[in-house]
C-alpha cells in the first residue's frame, strides 16, 4: 500500500475505534522531487559509521607540532573547530556507482532471515575468500558451507549464505584513500615506497574536512604517515560582486571562452545546450546581458593565469572581473614587444650573449646599474614570494619591474643610447637590456 492510501486508511480506523482527536495544520516546506516531482520524504535505514575521534586526534597533533603545515595558517582554526568537534562519520550511500561496503550479511539455512541491525552477522574483509574463512571460524561451518547470495531475502541452499551489503562508500571516504591506494595499496609496492608520501597538496579551502583532514586521517591510520607535508588551500572564483557561479544566474565564466573569447550570443546558445528549464535559461539569458553585454574578450592563457595568481588573497575569494584580465592581456602584449625591441632594435642578428654575465666588465651608466639593481629586488621579491606561496605578491612584483620599470623607464631611456654615439654605452646597454629581459622573464 503507498504512504498517501496508509494515511487515509489509518486516520479512517482511528475514526472507526473513537481514537481520531481531529487535524492541525502543520506549516513546513515540503521537498519535491526535481525529476519525479513527488513528495520527498526521510527514511529512516541501517547505516555504517567510522568512529573518528581517535583519527582527529592524530590529525589535529599534526598540526599543532607543525608536522602539518596548512598555508596560510589562518585555516588552522577551521581546522580546529572540525576535528575538536567530529561526530562519527556515515560512511553508506545509496546510489548505483561507486565502491560497494565489503561487509556482508549472514543468513542461516534452517532460521528465518536475519536483522541487518545485529552486528554479530555481519562480517566485513577485502575479499569474498578472506570473509567465507572469517564465517567458517565464527560460526564452526565448513568453507563447502558458505555460499554467496545475490539477493537479500534469497534462501540460502547450504548451511551459511553471505549477501554483501548494496550500499557504497560515501565518495569522500573513497577520495580519503587516494594519496596511497594509488600506489597499489595495500600492497607494498615499489611505487608506494618511492611516491609516498607527497610533499604538497593544493587544492579548494571549501573542502579543507570533507576532503584534506580525512586524507590525513586515513593516512596516519592506516599507513603511519602523513600523507603530505604541505597544504595549499587557495580562494574560491567567484564572479566580480562575490557570488557564487551558477548556471541559472549566467554568471559562470569558462576559462575556456575567456582564453578564446565568445560572443554575447554564443553565451545564450551555450545555456540551451544544458539542463535549465525554460524559467532558469531567461533568467540566466538576462545575466550574462549584465555581466557580459559585449560577450567576453579573447584573453589568452597566459593572461588568465597571471589574473587568476594576481587575484589571489591570503584569505578570501577571487572576485574574478573580466575586464581585469583584460588588462593583464594589455599587460602580455607589452611584454611581447618589450622582447621584439630588446631582439631587433638592441640586440641584431650578430649579438652573442655574454656565457657569463658581469657588470663589472662592462661601462654601465647610472641607469643602467639602476635596472640591474631594479631587476635583482623583483628576483628577491619573486622568489620570497614563491616560497611562501604568496603568488599575488609575485604577480605584483613582476607587474611592476616589467611595467614601470624596465618598460616605462629603462627601454625608453635605451632608445637614445642606441641612437647616440657612444659605442661603449650602445654596447653595455645591449647586454644589460638583453639580462633584465631574458633573465627576468
Known amino acids: 500500500m503507498k504512504r498517501f492510501d496508509a494515511r487515509k486508511v489509518i486516520t479512517d480506523a482511528l475514526r472507526e475505534k473513537q481514537l481520531f482527536r481531529g487535524t492541525v495544520a502543520n506549516p513546513m516546506v515540503v521537498p519535491m522531487c526535481s525529476r519525479s516531482k513527488d513528495v520527498v520524504e526521510p527514511l529512516l535505514m541501517a547505516q555504517w559509521f567510522v568512529d573518528c ?4 586526534a592524530q590529525a589535529l597533533d599534526a598540526v599543532e607540532s607543525k608536522r602539518l603545515r596548512l598555508i596560510p595558517d589562518v585555516h588552522n582554526k577551521t581546522w580546529n573547530h572540525w576535528l575538536v568537534n567530529i561526530h562519527d562519520w556515515c560512511i553508506s550511500r545509496q546510489l548505483w556507482w561507486g565502491h560497494r561496503i565489503p561487509a556482508y550479511l549472514v543468513s542461516f539455512k534452517d532460521k528465518p532471515p536475519a536483522d541487518n541491525t545485529d552486528h554479530e552477522i555481519w562480517i566485513s574483509g577485502r575479499t569474498v575468500e578472506e570473509v567465507k574463512e572469517a564465517a567458517s ?8 558451507e558458505i555460499s554467496l547470495l545475490v539477493e537479500k531475502e534469497a534462501k540460502t541452499a547450504t548451511a551459511i549464505g553471505l549477501f554483501q551489503d548494496e550500499d557504497v562508500l560515501d565518495t569522500w571516504f573513497s577520495s580519503a584513500l587516494f594519496p596511497f591506494s594509488v ?33 590525513v586521517m586515513m593516512g596516519l591510520k592506516l599507513t603511519g604517515k602523513l600523507p603530505f607535508a604541505e597544504v595549499y588551500l587557495h580562494s574560491i572564483v567567484r564572479d566580480r560582486d562575490g557570488r557564487k557561479m551558477s548556471k541559472s544566474l549566467g554568471n559562470v565564466i569558462d576559462p575556456v571562452d575567456v582564453i578564446e573569447g565568445i560572443s554575447l550570443e554564443a553565451l545564450h546558445q551555450q545555456l540551451l545546450t544544458g539542463n535549465l528549464d525554460a524559467t532558469e535559461v531567461e533568467k540566466a539569458t538576462k545575466g550574462q546581458k549584465e555581466f557580459f553585454p559585449d560577450g567576453i574578450p579573447e584573453c589568452g592563457t597566459d593572461a588568465l593565469r597571471f589574473g587568476l595568481c594576481a587575484c589571489l588573497k591570503q584569505v578570501g575569494d577571487i572576485n574574478l572581473d573580466i575586464n581585469v584580465l583584460q588588462g593583464y592581456r594589455f599587460f602580455c602584449n607589452k611584454l611581447w ?8 632594435h638592441s640586440l641584431g642578428s650578430d649579438f652573442k650573449p655574454l656565457a657569463r654575465f658581469s657588470a663589472a666588465e662592462l661601462s654601465l651608466s647610472p641607469v643602467d646599474q639602476w635596472i640591474l639593481s631594479r631587476a635583482a629586488s623583483a628576483v628577491k621579491d619573486s622568489d620570497d614570494s614563491f616560497r611562501e606561496y604568496d603568488l599575488a605578491r609575485m604577480t605584483r612584483a613582476c607587474y611592476s619591474f616589467w611595467l614601470y620599470d624596465l618598460c616605462d623607464i629603462y627601454l625608453e631611456c635605451c632608445k637614445a643610447v642606441f641612437t647616440g654615439d657612444d659605442e661603449n654605452a650602445k654596447e653595455a646597454a645591449k647586454y644589460v ?9
Open 433 to 441: 637590456s638583453s639580462y633584465a629581459t631574458y633573465q627576468s622573464a
Open 183 to 215: 600506489f597499489a595499496w595495500p600492497d607494498e609496492s615499489s611505487d608506494l615506497e618511492k611516491y609516498y608520501p607527497t610533499s604538497l597538496l593544493e587544492t579548494g579551502a571549501d573542502i579543507i574536512f570533507f576532503w584534506v583532514a580525512r586524507m
Open 137 to 144: 571460524k565464527r560460526f564452526g561451518v565448513p568453507l563447502g
Open 53 to 56: 575521534k581517535d583519527m582527529a
Open 337 to 344: 614587444n618589450a622582447l621584439r625591441f630588446a631582439m631587433l
